[in-house]
């Protein structure tokens, strides 16, 4: 299957500290998206980058997308308690269709 | 204003007794998803609609139906729930543009938990 796996599985770090998540794809893709889940609740969209990017910026998060290693990063800067989720990175290639990584849980410490 | 719905929030059954979680979207949107998320696990998807036009993921159990009988709503019916069938539903849509390549974002509902006894 074309599931992406991401690491670290869990990262927990302080308040005001940068997180970087990775995450890394079998084979070509469309877009990158990343999503957002605190616990037990749903997914939330956060940002999607083309093939043809290499990086974005939305607010506090940034993310690279580098095709040739098909691998992706996610980075929040200057983290909040708020931030504390399981992020996730799914790539999207032919019809629609989402593949999910298996997510990074994130723990910022206040 | 919420764009996908998803109803019930938490829903138990019995372990054999069928059971329909239900989804609708505000958004007009051509394609609705169905996920199962177990727990500690990423969402794995189970099928989706294009318009009326069904498909279903190679490894998705036949105890999983859909329907959807109108732009709006989609339900997901389990027709003989296991034990192992106790996870968070979630519903997503996308609209789809007819382009060269897909350059889609779903939108999620909040998800329907199931627990079954």
């Known amino acids: 299957s074309q599931q992406g796996e991401e690491d670290p599985q869990a990262l927990s770090i302080q308040e005001g500290e940068n997180a970087t998540m990775n995450c890394s794809y079998k084979?070509?893709?469309?877009?990158l998206q990343w999503y957002r889940q605190n616990s037990g609740r749903g997914l939330v969209h956060l940002i999607l980058i083309r093939s043809n990017e290499r990086e974005k910026h939305s607010g506090r998060l940034r993310v690279t997308l580098d095709t040739s290693k098909k691998s992706s990063s996610l980075l929040i800067t200057a983290s909040r308690a708020a931030d504390t989720a399981s992020y996730f990175c799914?790539?999207?290639?032919?019809?629609?269709?989402?593949?999910f990584g298996t997510g990074t849980r994130l723990t910022v410490i206040p | 204003d919420a764009m996908v719905i998803q109803n019930p929030r938490y829903q138990v059954t019995q372990f054999g007794k069928p059971v329909t979680l239900s989804c609708s979207q505000t958004?007009?949107?051509?394609?609705m998803y169905w996920y199962q998320q177990k727990s500690s696990q990423a969402p794995k998807l189970l099928f989706h609609y294009y318009d009326k036009d069904f498909n279903n993921e190679a490894d998705t159990p036949d105890n999983f139906q859909s329907r959807r009988p109108n732009t709006s709503f989609c339900f997901l019916d389990i027709r003989s729930p296991g034990l192992g069938d106790a996870a968070m539903y979630l519903c997503a849509t996308s609209r789809d543009v007819l382009a060269e390549k897909y350059q889609e974002t779903q939108y999620f509902g909040p998800g329907t938990r199931l627990l079954v006894l």
């Open positions: 799914a790539a999207q290639s032919g019809a629609n269709n989402l593949f």
């Open positions: 958004l007009n949107h051509n394609v």
């Open positions: 084979t070509s893709i469309n877009n």
